[in-house]
Every structure is written in structure tokens, then in C-alpha cells.
């Protein structure tokens, strides 16, 4: 049972050791002289009640700003830019319930996004089963998505969606240590949590991107 999960994983060590990060800093323009869309993308709020040992709205924040980046289809604006003018909303979560306080000029910003992590649940799949024995868990995860256009006067809502994902933690990865195995360590990312957490990264990021282009076109 354990070669099952032992092939997988050597292939994302060796996929691993072939990527490279790209360090470049991002430019505004397309190498064809087209300007990408500029996107102000504030860091993930955290209403999960995850009891992980790191701060999940930092490595989410950082990760999803990195493949963005990575991408590159978008132009992200520094949050520190922009940040000290809603401190109130983002502190009272306004952005989920409303975004009328939108209404005002943004020079350097077209588009805002905010990410909200509502869910980060490690539960055993079988409820009933002695948690001393082997014991499979399911890692829940949600995550609230909200894209504003603010190119014109008036605000328009282009994504708002909740994001659900179950990723399964067979019982031979459920001891792992996450007080030394966290993100930044390079074998974290190979580990069902670290797994999951790039899934959802992914799925957020390709979530922004598809509708900013798409609502870029028109």
C-alpha cells in the first residue's frame, strides 16, 4: 500500500527540483506593447479556525500572489500602495457584504480581489473508526472568492463564489510533524497538506485570472 503513495511523490521531487522560481520583478506591459489588466489582490482573511502551527492567510496570500505573478496575464499592484486607503473595510470584512465603499477614483487599480478562507477542516473519514488505529482523514477546505471591477464609476461585481475542495490524507501521511515540517521547507510542499494547499492555490488563481480577462475583453 505504501509504494501506492511513494511513486507519486518522488515524481513531485523530481518535478520539484525542475522548476525554478522566477524572481523577475513583474512589468506593466506585454512584451507586444499591450497593457495588462492591473489587478490589487489583498491579502487572503482568515475566518477558518485552522489550528495549524504557521498562518495559513500569509502562505495563502504569498502563494497565490506568486502564481499570479507567475503567470503572468496580470499586473499586481503592491497591496501597500492601496491598503492604507481601506483599513476600516478590511478590518470589518465590508468586502463580502458590500462594495459600495468602492464608489471612489482608483487611478492605478482596475480590478480588486479578496479571498476569504472560511473553511480548513482535517476530519477521519470513517467518524466511528478507533483514532488510535490507521485512521485516512479528509482535509476540508473553502474559500470565499470576490473580483471587483472598478474601471467605471460604479463598481461591478465580476466573481463571487465559494471554492470547495476535499483532498484525502491516507493514514501513512497522517503523523507528519507540521511544527517542523511547514511552508518555506521544500519537502512541505510534498506533503498532503502542502499538496492541498497547492491545489487550492491553483484553483484560486486560475479562478481570478479566467474572469479578469474575460471581463478585460469587453
Same mark, same amino acid.
Given at each position: 500500500m505504501l509504494k501506492k503513495w511513494i511513486s507519486p511523490l518522488l515524481l513531485i521531487i523530481i518535478c520539484a527540483a525542475c522548476n525554478k522560481e522566477n524572481n523577475e520583478p513583474q512589468v506593466a506591459f506585454h512584451d507586444n506593447g499591450m497593457k495588462k489588466p492591473r489587478v490589487a489582490l489583498f491579502d487572503m482573511l482568515d475566518n477558518s479556525e485552522a489550528s495549524l502551527p504557521w498562518n495559513l492567510a500569509d502562505e495563502f496570500s504569498n502563494d497565490i500572489s506568486t502564481q499570479i505573478t507567475k503567470?503572468? $496575464?496580470?499586473? *499586481?499592484? $503592491?497591496?501597500?500602495?492601496?491598503?492604507?486607503? @481601506?483599513?476600516?473595510?478590511?478590518?470589518k470584512l465590508i468586502p463580502f457584504r458590500d462594495h459600495s465603499w468602492l464608489q471612489?477614483?482608483?487611478?492605478?487599480?482596475? @480590478?480588486?480581489?479578496?479571498?476569504?478562507?472560511?473553511?480548513?477542516d482535517i476530519v477521519p473519514r470513517n467518524p466511528d473508526q478507533n483514532l488510535r488505529s490507521k %485512521?485516512?482523514?479528509? *482535509?476540508?477546505?473553502?474559500?470565499?472568492?470576490?473580483?471587483?471591477?472598478?474601471r467605471d464609476d460604479i463598481p461591478k461585481v465580476i466573481l463571487q463564489e465559494i471554492i470547495t475542495q476535499s483532498?484525502?490524507?491516507?493514514?501513512?501521511?497522517s503523523s507528519i510533524n507540521y511544527n517542523k515540517t511547514r511552508p518555506g521547507k521544500t519537502i512541505y510542499n510534498m506533503t498532503?497538506?502542502?499538496?492541498?494547499?497547492? $491545489?487550492? %492555490?491553483?484553483?484560486?488563481?486560475?479562478?481570478?485570472?479566467d474572469y479578469i480577462l474575460l471581463a478585460n475583453t469587453r
Open positions: 503567470i503572468d $496575464k496580470l499586473f *499586481l499592484v $503592491k497591496q501597500d500602495e492601496i491598503a492604507w486607503q @481601506y483599513p476600516l473595510q478590511l478590518e471612489e477614483n482608483h487611478p492605478n487599480v482596475e @480590478y480588486i480581489a479578496f479571498i476569504e478562507l472560511i473553511e480548513h %485512521t485516512s482523514f479528509n *482535509l476540508n477546505i473553502s474559500a470565499r472568492l470576490k473580483v471587483i471591477d472598478v483532498h484525502y490524507i491516507p493514514w501513512q501521511f498532503p497538506i502542502g499538496l492541498a494547499h497547492g $491545489k487550492l %492555490t491553483q484553483s484560486i488563481s486560475k479562478r481570478i485570472e
